[in-house]
């Protein structure tokens, strides 16, 4: 949990693919997108993901009995961070298998306590 916060908010490419498992998998609901293997995850975080860079995550309680997380994107405006998505991670073997980002953060984050948005 403390490596991938560490790793993902320093958009760290060695840390990430340590934690992701050859046969990881990601999707965006409601985007039509799924991705499959850890070249395929990596290469669209450091392709049309780039945006999440500077991310900040935020812990919170299980998600249907799984690892789950607030992330915020920095600010368009360049002050603060904004919500982006519900992060829910499925672990096995001590690796990430599965990540879905879920993106309807007005109606996810109030249900998991968290902020409208992190100040810089």
Known sequence: LERYVDAFQRYDVEALTNLLREDATQSMPPFDMWLSG???VLTWWF?????CRGSRVIPVETA????????????ESGSG????????LEI???RIVDITFF???ERLFPLWGLPPRLDA
């Open 38 to 40: 850890r070249e395929d």
């Open 81 to 88: 961070y904004d919500p982006w998505a519900l992060q829910v």
């Open 47 to 51: 392709g049309p993901g780039i945006g």
């Open 64 to 75: 249907n009995g799984s690892i789950a997380f607030g992330q915020y994107k920095p600010s």
């Open 103 to 105: 993106l309807s953060t």
């Open 92 to 94: 096995a073997d001590g």
